[in-house]
């Protein structure tokens, strides 16, 4: 079982920061972000939340080793 970090954007960022998905907050600590598995049942749950908060431009995405695997739409 791989885990990724979870990052985020939120509309007049510049860079994509570590998010804690339980506190729906960007974090400056990696010890505090997020870790999912890269599922399909993952991606579902991270493109719904997007879409849930479609008027703040957020937009989610699963990284391991600084490698992009997933991000929402």
């Known amino acids: 079982m791989e885990w ?9 960022c510049k860079t994509f920061k570590a998010f804690d998905v339980s506190e729906g907050r960007l974090v400056g600590n990696l ?3 997020s ?3 890269n599922t ?11 879409d849930l908060n479609w ?9 391991r080793k600084n490698k ?5 739409k």
Do not use: H, P, S
């Open 4 to 12: 990724y970090i979870v990052y985020a954007k939120f509309d007049g």
């Open 31 to 33: 010890i505090y972000a």
């Open 35 to 37: 870790l999912m598995e």
């Open 40 to 50: 399909e049942e993952t991606r579902k749950k991270l493109q719904k939340l997007a």
């Open 55 to 63: 008027r703040c431009n957020l937009i989610l995405q699963l990284r």
């Open 68 to 72: 992009v695997c997933f991000q929402t």
